[in-house]
């Protein structure tokens, strides 16, 4: 854990880091083990959005994760968009996007919904974003976010997509997290839900930031993947 003495809400002011790409923090989704710099976690090809700390984790989990994963990469040749490439490729490189800035999408998600004021806004709301287009060679530029709003969990109306939250909930707050934040990106008819399933207040460091729009605009903009927010208290 990094300790600042100025209190900002990321490394905004500090340069991008070069080659190193920042992954975040990340959870097994089939045995719950955290992610270290030492055990690079496996991405689920198919949709990938869920993370395995082994091939034999990805396997055991493959019967139950196989319905959403399937869903997750066909929901996206239903969708119509002008981009040059159509739906299908939209939706790939939107889950490439996301996966490159997770950390920031979730830290902002959590300062989005005041989860460390008001934890109980979990379960409650979600933070939407709507993204615009760019034809940028590297996909984690292909999007700037050209709004964001909070909604209600129940904007979410496919049934797998619930089931799947409600799981991660079960297990977050099994091991005692606060539930599991949604942040949705929407492009056109193309949109990808988020889960990032959040610890006790008492345990998240972050600082409250009000102008967390202004930092992800930021990071987005200038295609940094470093991102990494910054924290004055230890984390317990
Ligand atoms: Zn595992
Ligand atoms: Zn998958």
């Given amino acids: 854990m990094a300790y600042y003495a100025q209190p900002a809400a990321a490394n905004y002011h500090t340069p991008p880091m070069q080659q190193q790409r920042q992954r975040g923090y990340r959870i097994c989704d089939t045995c719950g083990t955290t992610e ?8 689920c090809g198919g949709c990938m959005t869920t993370q395995y700390c082994s ?13 959403i994963c399937q869903h997750t990469a066909a929901q996206v040749s239903k969708a119509t968009t002008a981009t040059p490439y159509g739906g299908e490729e939209l939706a ?4 490439k996007f996301t996966s490159a800035h997770t950390s920031l999408l979730g830290w902002a998600g959590f300062q989005a ?7 109980a806004n979990v379960r409650q709301n979600a933070l939407l974003l709507e993204l615009s287009y760019h034809n940028h060679v590297e996909s984690h530029r292909r999007f700037s976010i050209a709004a964001s709003h909070i909604v209600p969990r129940t904007y979410i109306r496919d049934p797998l997509v619930i089931s799947d939250i409600q799981r991660r909930e079960e297990r977050c707050r ?5 539930g599991t934040l949604v942040v949705i990106l929407q492009c056109g008819g193309v949109s990808q839900v988020m889960p990032v399933e959040v610890d006790p207040p ?10 967390w729009a202004t930092v992800l605009n930021h990071f987005i903009e200038s295609g940094r993947t470093d991102f990494k927010p910054i924290s004055t208290t230890a984390r317990g």
């Fill in 55 to 67: 091939q034999d984790c990805q396997k055991t989990h493959w019967p139950s994760h196989k319905a």
């Fill in 92 to 95: 790939k490189t939107l889950r």
């Fill in 174 to 178: 099994h091991s005692g997290g606060i």
């Fill in 202 to 211: 008492s345990k998240i460091s972050w600082d409250e930031r009000e102008d």
């Fill in 36 to 43: 270290t710099p030492s055990v690079k976690f496996r991405l």
């Fill in 113 to 119: 919904l005041q989860l460390k004021r008001v934890p």
